[in-house]
Each structure stands twice: as C-alpha cells, then as structure tokens.
C-alpha cells in the first residue's frame, strides 16, 4: 500500500485523469473529493462490496437459470419427436 501525507486542498494524481484531493479534515474524519473520467466507476469500499456480492449472486442464478432452460428445451425436443407426425 502507497500512503501519502496531503493537507488541507492537496491532491493526489491517479493515472491519467483521477484526482483525490483534501477537502476538509475534521475531528470525525477526513472528506475527500474525487474526480475521474466517467467512465471510471467509483464507490465507497462497502459499496462496491454490495455490488460484487450482488453481481455473483445474480450469474449464479443465471447458470441456474440456463441450465434448467437447457433442460426444459430437451424434454421438448424429446416430446416431439416421440408424438406421431400429423397426416393431413
């Protein structure tokens, strides 16, 4: 881990285009502001915890999801082909 000292309204410079900078310091904590392109995601650690949870749970469901669809479709398959041609 990289730690840094900044005071009061001194910045630090991610990559190209991500800024942190001190924004105030107070007795409860440090508030920090942030800017970065738009299309770089940006959360609070407890959020982006949330999201990863939330996102694994949710391609979980779908493996689940598509194999019972798997299923479904080859039991159709297998319905079908067992049922005599209609004759006109």
Do not use: C, Q, W
């Not at 694994?56 to 798997?70: E, H, I, N, P």
């Amino acid at each position: 881990m990289l730690v840094f000292t900044r005071k009061r309204d001194e910045a630090i410079i991610i990559g190209n285009g991500i800024e942190i900078r001190v924004v105030r310091i107070g007795k409860d904590g440090v508030r920090i502001g942030i800017t970065a392109p738009p299309d770089v995601p940006v959360h609070r650690s407890e959020i982006y915890r949330l999201v990863e949870s939330s996102n694994a749970s949710a391609a979980k469901r779908a493996t689940t999801d598509a194999s019972v669809v798997t299923s479904l479709a080859a039991r159709l398959r297998e319905t079908s082909e067992s049922e005599p041609a209609a004759t006109p």
